[in-house]
Nanobody, 131 residues
């Protein structure tokens, strides 16, 4: 099973980025079972934190600091996971990872799941917000 992120880069404050994660191998592994796909990020000298999540029936969850600015989605085939990030600020600078777990968001009371317990991880894509 492989998760492969892309779309990171250097942008100025206030600009937007769209991250993508190839998730077809996870979706085919879980098939008709329950699953959640999660975007995490880790800034230098900080702990990894959950940013946004989506599950197999389309429930979504966001951390408070990104609500209204970030949007998680999948393509129609559910093979690609996206994170649309708008109004970026320097505090959003981090390595962004996608991850997967075989539980839907109801298991997490519809909050962004913690990083512990994730079954699969990508290697990350770097996002830098700087003027």
């Amino acid at each position: 099973v492989q998760l492969v992120e892309s779309g990171g880069g250097l942008v100025q404050p206030g600009e937007s980025l769209r991250l993508a994660c190839e998730v077809s191998s996870v979706v085919s592994t879980y098939k008709n079972n329950r699953w959640s796909l999660v975007w995490f990020r880790q800034a230098p000298m900080k702990e990894r934190e959950g940013v946004a999540a989506i599950d197999n029936v389309g429930r979504t969850a966001y951390r408070v600091s990104v609500r209204g600015r970030f949007s998680i989605s999948q393509d129609n085939d559910k093979n690609t996971l996206f994170l649309e990030m708008n109004s970026l600020n320097p505090e959003d600078t981090a390595m962004y990872y996608c991850a997967a777990v075989d539980k839907d968001l109801r298991y997490y009371n519809e909050y962004v799941p913690p990083s512990s317990g994730m079954k699969y991880w990508g290697k990350g894509t770097l996002v830098i917000i700087s003027s």
